[in-house]
């Protein structure tokens, strides 16, 4: 294979796209607990080493995925049970192999290409077109130095030039298309047993010096933050309104004025979405994602409800209402998400469309053609503009003279007494919490908090009214007693000691079942139920009886006839399952030839992760790496 490559090293030209590279944000920064320690090497990989600040780097995102997936129980236990550190040296060893291999191929990526390449991605762009301040304002939003930011796109870069050469080669028969098609409609049913984590719950034994110790340890993140409450005057604009008249000339001058900018609609198209994201940035990783979001293509298109889809599916907050965005005009999103929207006929389904942060599916149900308003049509919305532009204009005058009173020492009483404003105070609130009467209204809230005791705020604008604000209260931050969290801390305490039990308790199970290769004889050696799924198809993401697990999001179970048990554990928040093949229902093949093309692009996907698979083994074969073993046995 490497011969191979050597001798096309200059035909990487001919690519396959694989995709926009996954903007990698947060490889490089974040507070390490390992930043510390004096900067001497984890690994050498064929004389090149990996040192631990780079590996403190990605090793904080991979425990924070973690800690995400367990609602904050994570314990250092746990961390050291899942074995995310040899997991992840493991992946850091292959990324250093893939890009000495692409040097050795002559694979290089000149500053041009990064230029090119950093100009296409989206975040980066105003207008469609590169923006140099764009560009800073993001990485620094994101912690970011370019220098760090670019030598990582370019290795990335690297390593998809790379993959583009091997990938070339790659191609799938029809008897391998058939195959797929075959295992993507089977239906199968498996055997479980499930460790449920409260089952655990009784042999948590806790002493008042662990609640006290987690305690001292967490105040930071257990303090309460700080709250203010204010009151506030309010003049809506529309008590304004009642006296102003608009005349035939104003509205046909404002018409005039506004044409192409308010009375031209563009296309417009009603859409959902699902958004599911890539638990990683490499190429397995991508072509399971792409591989799921084809599955979910495929059920849509073949008459699934989609917004029930999109509940299930997406990680968007729009996934509550069922992928639902309303309408969006042409000219609002990316070009290529636009490209894609408005090239679809009323009820079509996308493709996935992949972005930074994963794959899209798209429906378009409804479409507005683009319009101009005539005057007649306009004049509504004409006269509705012009009266509130008014209105707000004698609100303005009035809130500026009542406030000179209040800086003079009127009462916010006396104030809305004499101009028969409505006075209001809210309850106690934190920075981030909505009000709900004043709704998202920023500078309301940067006001409240910049408040001194009876000192009055600038006006402050609102979507109906103006505001004026004066402190009330104003609580500092301030840790809370232990009686008061001591239920809250006692309740982590319990969970996260019963999964790492739990956890302890399914590798020993799994030692047990790789040894026997039986689940129910593991189930009866330890006086364990077993269940069965039920039926089920081999692509679906959740299981019956069972539910989501989040190992699935990977990719479907490959348990076979000839892969029967699970050599891994399956885990949910609340249970950790061991799974094993109990049998197999055989695929209607009466649509093969339907849906030979959408198959052939998967199978094609899955070849092309089994080569890229066996031609890591091989550049591992012939590689020089030592380890160091003692910080790998460090707890």
């Known amino acids: 294979m490497l011969d191979f490559l050597r001798k096309r090293k200059r035909n990487w030209i001919i690519v396959f796209f694989l995709g926009v590279i996954i903007v990698t944000f947060t490889l490089f920064y974040g507070g390490s607990k390992l930043g510390e320690q004096r900067a001497s090497e984890v690994a050498e990989v064929n004389g090149e080493l990996i040192s631990q600040r780079e590996f403190a780097l990605h090793y904080d995102r991979e425990v924070q995925r973690y800690r995400d997936l367990l609602k904050g129980s994570l314990t250092p236990e746990m961390v050291k049970a899942l074995n995310i550190k040899g997991n992840l040296i493991e992946t850091l060893i292959q990324k250093k192999l893939v890009l000495q291999e692409a040097r050795n191929l002559g694979l290089t990526v000149t500053d041009d290409d990064l230029a090119e390449h950093l100009g296409k991605i989206p975040e980066f762009q105003v207008g469609g077109r590169f923006n140099k301040d764009r560009y800073l304002q993001v990485l620094q939003a994101n912690r970011l130095m370019p220098t760090q930011f670019e030598e990582e796109q370019r290795e990335q870069l690297t390593i998809q030039r790379l993959y583009t050469v091997i990938l070339d080669a790659v191609h799938v028969t029809d008897d391998e298309v058939r195959e797929r098609y075959r295992l993507e409609q089977e239906k199968i049913n498996l055997n479980y047993i499930k460790l449920a984590v409260s089952d655990f719950l009784p042999q948590v034994k806790l002493t008042e010096d662990d609640i006290k110790?987690?305690?001292?340890?967490?105040?930071?993140?257990?303090?309460?933050?700080?709250?203010?409450?204010?009151?506030?005057?309010?003049?809506?604009?529309?008590?304004?309104?009642?006296?102003?008249?608009?005349?035939?000339?104003?509205?046909?001058?404002?018409?005039?004025?506004?044409?192409?900018?308010?009375?031209?609609?563009?296309?417009?198209?009603?859409?959902?979405?699902?958004?599911?994201?890539?638990?990683?940035?490499?190429?397995?990783?991508?072509?399971?994602?792409?591989?799921?979001?084809?599955?979910?293509?495929?059920?849509?298109?073949?008459?699934?409800?989609?917004?029930?889809?999109?509940?299930?599916e997406s990680n968007d907050s729009s996934?509550?209402?069922?992928?639902?965005?309303?309408?969006?005009?042409?000219?609002?999103?990316?070009?290529?998400?636009?490209?894609?929207?408005?090239?679809?006929?009323?009820?079509?389904?996308?493709?996935?469309?992949?972005?930074?942060?994963?794959?899209?599916?798209?429906?378009?149900?409804?479409?507005?053609?683009?319009?101009?308003?005539?005057?007649?049509?306009?004049?509504?919305?004409?006269?509705?503009?012009?009266?509130?532009?008014?209105?707000?204009?004698?609100?303005?005058?009035?809130?500026?003279?009542?406030?000179?009173?209040?800086?003079?020492?009127?009462?916010?009483?006396?104030?809305?007494?004499?101009?028969?404003?409505?006075?209001?105070?809210?309850?106690?609130?934190?920075e981030g919490e909505i009000v709900p009467e004043i709704g998202d209204n920023q500078e309301f809230y940067k006001n409240a908090f910049a408040l001194s005791a009876k000192q009055t705020s600038p006006v402050v604008e609102g979507k109906d009214a103006y505001y004026m604000l004066?402190?009330?209260?104003?609580?500092?931050?301030?840790?809370?007693?232990?009686?008061?969290?001591?239920?809250?801390?006692?309740?982590?305490?319990?969970?996260?000691?019963?999964?790492?039990?739990?956890?302890?308790?399914?590798?020993?199970?799994?030692?047990?079942?790789?040894?026997?290769?039986?689940?129910?004889?593991?189930?009866?050696?330890?006086?364990?139920?077993?269940?069965?799924?039920?039926?089920?198809?081999?692509?679906?993401?959740?299981?019956?009886?069972?539910?989501?697990?989040?190992?699935?999001?990977?990719?479907?179970?490959?348990?076979?006839?000839?892969?029967?048990?699970?050599?891994?554990?399956?885990?949910?928040?609340?249970?950790?399952?061991?799974?094993?093949?109990?049998a197999s229902q055989n695929a209607d093949m009466n649509q093969f030839e339907k849906d030979r093309e959408s198959i052939k692009k998967q199978a094609l996907a899955e070849s092309r992760q089994r080569v890229l698979a066996k031609f890591m083994e091989a550049l591992k074969n012939k590689a020089e790496i030592r380890l160091n073993t003692a910080f790998l046995e460090e707890s």
């Open 213 to 312: 110790t987690h305690y001292e340890r967490n105040k930071e993140s257990l303090k309460e933050p700080l709250r203010v409450q204010v009151e506030y005057l309010v003049y809506p604009y529309d008590q304004f309104t009642s006296s102003i008249e608009v005349s035939e000339q104003e509205i046909e001058e404002y018409y005039k004025a506004n044409l192409k900018t308010k009375f031209h609609k563009p296309k417009e198209v009603k859409v959902r979405y699902i958004a599911m994201p890539m638990s990683g940035t490499g190429t397995e990783q991508k072509t399971a994602a792409r591989m799921r979001a084809e599955a979910v293509v495929k059920e849509a298109r073949s008459g699934k409800n989609f917004a029930e889809l999109a509940q299930r």
């Open 319 to 430: 996934a509550a209402k069922g992928g639902d965005v309303g309408w969006l005009a042409a000219g609002q999103l990316p070009p290529p998400v636009e490209k894609v929207l408005f090239g679809l006929a009323k009820g079509a389904v996308s493709d996935p469309v992949e972005t930074p942060a994963g794959f899209q599916i798209f429906k378009v149900e409804d479409i507005r053609e683009e319009k101009t308003l005539t005057l007649k049509e306009a004049t509504a919305e004409i006269v509705k503009t012009l009266k509130t532009e008014k209105a707000k204009r004698e609100a303005a005058k009035v809130i500026d003279r009542e406030r000179e009173q209040a800086l003079s020492g009127s009462t916010f009483e006396e104030l809305a007494q004499t101009g028969k404003w409505t006075l209001k105070t809210t309850d106690l609130f934190a």
């Open 470 to 582: 004066r402190l009330k209260q104003r609580r500092e931050p301030t840790v809370p007693p232990l009686d008061s969290v001591r239920n809250k801390i006692e309740k982590g305490l319990r969970e996260s000691k019963a999964y790492e039990l739990a956890l302890q308790r399914g590798n020993n199970l799994l030692d047990q079942l790789k040894q026997s290769k039986d689940l129910a004889k593991v189930a009866q050696e330890n006086n364990l139920k077993m269940e069965e799924t039920g039926w089920f198809a081999r692509s679906a993401t959740q299981l019956p009886k069972v539910g989501e697990l989040a190992e699935l999001r990977a990719g479907p179970l490959t348990l076979s006839e000839q892969r029967r048990i699970a050599e891994k554990l399956y885990t949910q928040q609340n249970g950790l399952y061991l799974l094993a093949f109990k």
